[in-house]
């Protein structure tokens, strides 16, 4: 279980919300009010430890909340996902939306005395066709046209399975399968994607016949429009749309798969701690991509052992199911154009 620490002459405080299975506290002012963000088992809320309380902040309408930083006037700032992924100011009990025009993610992560925000956005107005990132998204698309997280754009038609990102500080992994477009063709199409996620294996695959197209340790999950959620020890899966999925971890990366009949689109965004370290794979960068070939038991790919249990949240009906899965390797998530 992830637990908060208060570090003040010499000594370690423990900062845990009652009931949380996972705290973790990321700013703090003059006054000593702490804020930072909670996992209750389903998803994480924002809170404010002041005067030895602790209090839940979250923007109307949010379904994952951060609070990253509080200055003396007691303003905090951070970031929500909704019907928009956007950065929040709350002040005197009031939310403000922040949200850089024309971006599809903004998040704001320190705040000052003056009242001065920064932060970054995402500068993408269509999934399927150009991209504009700032920093740290990273896509694969097509047959398979690749963006590294510099933003370095390249194509490669290798044939297998490959690391399509990774991380060397976090426990991210993403794995995808190529095959060719269609018999006779010199093109490969990614039909798969693999990612270890909080212990488990989520699988995407648009050849799976007379079964679903999303697998949590080789189990189909019935995700859609009306059973939007999957969470597994921290971590959640997300129905977006009928045909777009999202892969949230508890470390702060997050994955988007597009099914797009024929092939997959996918894009990856780090967390800020995997922004400071080295990332591997066919998105780190387009110096040989050859070598990020995974074979046998490196394949995420390849059946293993019996899972865990799992818990199946049914929004809107407002019961959890507890659900046994026959266990599969799968990996992380990419993609996003057409071939």
Partial sequence: MATAFLYSGGSFTRIDV??????????????????????????????????????????????????????????????????????????????????????????????????????????????????????FLATATGDPHFTTYDGVKYDYQGLGDFVLTRSAVDPFEVQVRTRLYHEGSSATIMSQAAATLCGHVVTFDIDRVGGSFVSLDGSPMPLSIGNPFLTADGCVISALSEKGYQVAWNTGEILEVTDKGKYLNLSSELSWISQLSPMEGLLSSKLDPDRWRVTGADSLFNPVPEPSTLTLLIVGIGFTVLCMMSRRAVPPMVNRSGV
Avoid: C, K, M
């Fill in 18 to 135: 009652p009931g949380a299975t996972a705290t973790n506290a990321y700013g703090i002012n003059d006054a000593g009010q702490i804020v930072g963000a909670f996992y209750d088992g389903t998803t994480y809320h924002s809170f404010l430890y002041s005067g030895g309380s602790f209090t839940q902040i979250d923007p109307p309408g949010a379904r994952y909340t951060e609070a990253l930083d509080i200055n003396d006037a007691g303003q905090i700032v951070g970031y929500f996902l909704g019907s928009d992924s956007s950065g929040f100011l709350y002040s005197a009990g009031s939310f403000t939306q922040i949200h850089v025009p024309g971006a599809s993610l903004t998040a704001a992560y320190g705040i000052n005395d003056a009242g001065q925000i920064v932060g970054w956005f995402l500068d993408i107005p269509d999934r399927d066709g150009p991209d504009s990132d700032h920093g």
